[in-house]
Structure formats: structure tokens, C-alpha cells
Antibody, heavy 117, light 107 residues
């Protein structure tokens, strides 16, 4: 069974950093791209960024709202994708989800990031 | 970027009603469209993929149609468990965008 599990969320002060993890199981993690989404409290769903497979150079794309502050990476030996979030703002407060962009049904349960002083 | 426009934003309906939600893409996405149901505090749940394919385990009262730029989600007979927020999502490209959501409320 394909599973994606996010972790690493928590309360962080504005301007600080946090790293989220997305651990995959039930499939060959390195064969698939990974997408990150987020959902602010009471709001809709927003695409955050994406990392291709190593076969495509593990290159990344980002939403304008996070470009230059967030960095997505992957460690296929551990079946984990990361998003390093720097210079966090209060508007980054959200539940963060990872997914496999090739199959819309594969989402994790999400991890809550709260940016507040 | 492909923009997804979903309507209505809120829908009030009664048990047994037929409900239709519309999603329009700013450019053709072929059939690369998914529909999700989301309840408070939960991750989105996939209902429909590739515009009209019913996800395994999803009741047959849910159906999807459309291609290109115009898509619809229909609930043939609304049940108590269906009161939730629904989102469309295009996955034609890596930059996957969502509609604004439709909240289905009890009338």
C-alpha cells in the first residue's frame, strides 16, 4: 500500500527555520516526483513546490510565495523528501501535505506549521 | 499558470438533492482533473480522477464529467455524509492548481 507520511511541523517564531519530512513507503520512492501543498487555516489548497526524480536531475520548482525561502530536496536511500523552510512568515502558517503528482490520490495526512511570536 | 475557477463557492442543499459543482480551467487540461472531498481537520480525499474515473471505494452517487476546460462533479442524491467542502485540481503540469472550493451545507 502506498503511504506518504509528513512530519516535522510545530510552532516556530517569525524569521526562524523549520524542516519538514515526507516519508514514502509501498513504492520505489526514487522513481517518483514529490509535490508539497499547504492549506492555511480556513483557506483553500496551495501548491508549494515540486522535486523531480534523480533521472531528471532532482530539479525543483517553487511557488512565487516561497521562492528563495523554501528548498525542497530528497534522499532516495531513506525514501524521504524534505522542505527546508527559512525566513518563515506568519502567512506560512498552514497544514503542509506531500503527494505524488503522478497519482492524485496519494497524499499524506499533513503536518501543522504555526508561525507565531 | 493554469487558473481553476470553481462555482458556486457555497451550496445549500437537502438530503436527496442532486448537486452539481462546476470547475473551469483557464486553458485546456485535457482530462487531467481530479475532484476531492475535504472535511474539517482531515486531508483531502480523492473522489474522481482523470475527470470521470471513480476512485475505488467511493460511492457511485458521485460522478465527474468534462474535458478541455469545463468540468462538473455531480452528486446524484445527497447523503448526510456528503456535507463537506469539495475541490477540483488540475494535474496537467507539475504546477498543480486547485479551485477555490465549494462548501456544501445543509439547507
Amino acid at each position: 500500500e502506498v503511504q506518504l507520511v509528513e512530519s516535522g511541523g510545530g510552532l516556530v517564531q517569525p524569521g526562524r527555520s523549520l524542516r519538514l519530512s515526507c516519508t514514502g513507503s509501498g513504492f520505489t520512492f526514487g522513481d517518483y516526483a514529490v509535490t508539497w501543498f499547504r492549506q492555511a487555516p480556513g483557506q483553500g489548497l496551495e501548491w508549494v513546490g515540486f522535486i523531480r526524480t534523480k533521472a531528471y536531475g532532482a530539479t525543483t520548482e517553487y511557488a512565487a510565495s516561497v521562492k528563495g525561502r523554501f528548498t525542497i530536496s530528497r534522499d532516495d536511500s531513506k525514501s524521504i523528501a524534505y522542505v527546508q523552510m527559512n525566513s518563515l512568515k506568519t502567512e506560512d502558517t498552514a497544514v503542509y501535505y506531500c503527494s505524488r503528482p503522478d497519482s492524485p490520490g496519494y497524499w499524506g495526512q499533513g503536518t501543522l506549521v504555526t508561525v507565531s511570536s | 499558470d493554469i487558473q481553476m475557477t470553481q462555482s458556486p463557492s457555497t451550496l445549500s442543499a437537502s438530503i436527496g438533492d442532486r448537486v452539481t459543482i462546476t470547475c473551469r480551467a483557464s486553458q485546456s487540461i485535457s482530462s487531467w482533473l481530479a475532484w476531492y472531498q475535504q472535511k474539517p481537520g482531515k486531508a483531502p480525499k480523492l473522489l474522481i480522477y482523470k475527470a470521470s474515473s471513480l476512485e475505488s471505494g467511493v460511492p457511485s452517487r458521485f460522478s465527474g464529467s468534462g474535458s478541455g476546460t469545463e468540468f462538473t462533479l455531480t452528486i446524484s442524491s445527497l447523503q448526510p455524509d456528503d456535507f463537506a467542502t469539495y475541490y477540483c485540481q488540475q494535474y496537467d503540469s507539475f504546477f498543480q492548481t486547485f479551485g477555490q472550493g465549494t462548501k456544501v451545507e445543509i439547507k
